[in-house]
């Protein structure tokens, strides 16, 4: 009862006028250079139609939609970002006797509940005079919960506020494809910086503190939305404001039932947006004002359009298709040229390194982890035990096994027998299978 009561007044008093507003959360860039088209994610009213709506930019007036979608991110995933506070001030009792940090974890245990059954993939960091990371997108939610177990109180050097830094910090942290992705900062305090307060440098930023209209451009320009939750008297003067021109809402709570309310409230928010996907000529300079306007409301939003060996947006045509031809020519040479020496046992080998590992067991692990057989490190979307390769003696087959879709030859699988000159992409990571010519596969297969 007491949660739907706090629903029903989250939902009664924080939306009540943006319900009938157009709200730009985040304008994803990554496909405007090479496809052409980019995806403005807003919040709008619950029976809004396509043919009300209309995107523009400043300088070339009215841009062609491409697609309308209605809740695209319940089946797309949103890719979540859990940074809380460790700060000192983190282990003192809330006004209900409990301990903050505790409240805390039991609101993103309870947040990680939601998720486990979604597409959705979360990271978690924790900040106090430094930014520590718990969990990589990519971990599985056992992984994930033993990290938040794990926090302790922090020495009184360690435990300083600093907010804004590692709300800058962990603008890059995202792994590089599109989608939607959010930050959700939980802190008991305003932004507390070890060189201002002390004089001290910071062993990560130095003198450096950012400032929060410089949080609120790298949100924008990283197409990212920030939301805020305070669980003390003691809030941030300008968290509010940041999160409020970032996409995202703040929310002032106190109990432990509250903040996981938000937890849920800002997620299920997330779930109802829309997409609108627009045809996107070249720009006229580096940053692009884009509005969408609906039924009188609008919301315009600044951001960076890429830019390619440092080339005005105008010139790009001509440079991106000299590269595709090049590309193209090249993926056609790797199919049509045979290799000048044939491999003598199976193997597979990085696009970039030249490094191989031989498949000498029943199973060759690909993943992120350290004992893996084939070691993706520094990419936090690549899983401790990412996919597997199989070996079949009896046929002389391998087969490649993946819980999440990976790409070979372009195409998402999680199962593929694979065959001499596979390309398999995972995260960035290119990899090419290779097997003697004494084997099961032949030109008609």
């Known amino acids: 009862m007491k949660k739907l009561l706090f629903v029903f007044i ?4 924080l939306f009540p006028l943006s319900a009938q507003e157009v709200k730009i959360s985040q304008i994803d ?28 930019e400043k300088d070339l007036g009215l841009l ?3 697609s309308f979608e209605s809740a695209p991110n319940k089946n797309a995933g949103i890719d979540f970002l859990l940074l809380i506070d460790n700060s000192g001030s983190m282990y003192d009792e809330s006004y209900q006797g409990s301990i903050r940090i505790a409240q805390a974890k039991l609101a993103l245990n309870s947040f990680l509940d939601q998720m486990d059954s979604s597409e959705d993939r979360a990271a978690v960091y924790a900040f106090n005079t430094n930014l520590d990371k718990l969990a990589g997108f990519g971990s599985n939610p056992a992984e994930i919960r033993r990290s938040i177990s794990a926090l302790r109180q922090p020495r009184p050097d360690e435990a300083y ?24 900062v939980l802190s008991d305090g305003e932004n507390f910086s070890l060189y201002n307060r002390t004089g001290k440098l910071n062993s990560v930023w130095g003198s450096t503190t950012a400032a929060p209209d410089d949080l609120i451009r790298l949100f924008h320009n990283a197409g990212i939305s920030l939301d805020g939750i305070n669980i ?9 404001r940041i999160c409020m021109q970032t996409g995202g809402s703040f929310y002032d709570v106190r ?13 299920d928010r997330i779930l109802k947006e829309y997409r609108i996907t627009v045809a996107a000529p070249p720009f006229k300079n580096t940053s692009a004002k884009i509005s969408v306007e609906y039924d009188g409301n609008s919301d315009s939003r600044t951001v960076l359009t890429p830019a390619l060996f440092g080339t005005s947006s105008g010139q790009h045509l001509l440079i991106i298709l000299i590269i595709l031809f090049c590309g193209t020519g090249g993926l056609a040479a790797l199919y049509l040229i045979p290799y000048e020496k044939a491999v003598g046992e199976a193997q597979i080998q990085s696009v970039g390194t030249g490094g191989k590992t031989v498949l ?19 990419n936090p979307g690549v899983d401790a ?33 694979l065959a001499p000159g596979d390309v398999i992409r995972i995260e960035g990571s290119t990899i090419v299978f290779d097997m003697p010519e004494t084997t099961v596969y032949s030109k008609g297969q």
């Open 385 to 417: 035990h990412h996919a597997t390769i199989l070996n079949d003696a009896k046929t002389g087959t391998y087969t490649l096994v993946s819980e999440k879709p990976v790409h070979v030859n372009n195409r998402k699988l999680k199962n593929k027998k």
């Open 10 to 13: 989250i939902s009664a008093f």
């Open 161 to 184: 506020t600093e907010l804004y830094n590692s709300l800058a910090e962990i603008t890059s942290l995202f792994p590089k494809e599109g989608g939607r992705k959010a930050v959700i």
């Open 232 to 240: 003390s008297d003691n809030r941030d003067a300008e968290l509010q």
């Open 64 to 66: 062609e939609i491409i």
């Open 360 to 378: 000498s067991g029943e199973a060759t692990i690909i993943g992120a982890d350290k004992d893996a057989d084939y070691t993706i490190a520094g």
């Open 29 to 56: 860039t990554n496909h405007l250079l090479l496809k052409g088209r980019m995806d403005i994610y807003f919040t709008a009213p619950e029976d809004a139609l396509a043919e009300n709506f209309q995107v523009t």
């Open 255 to 267: 109990s432990t039932n509250e903040i996981e309310n938000v937890y849920t409230e800002i997620r």
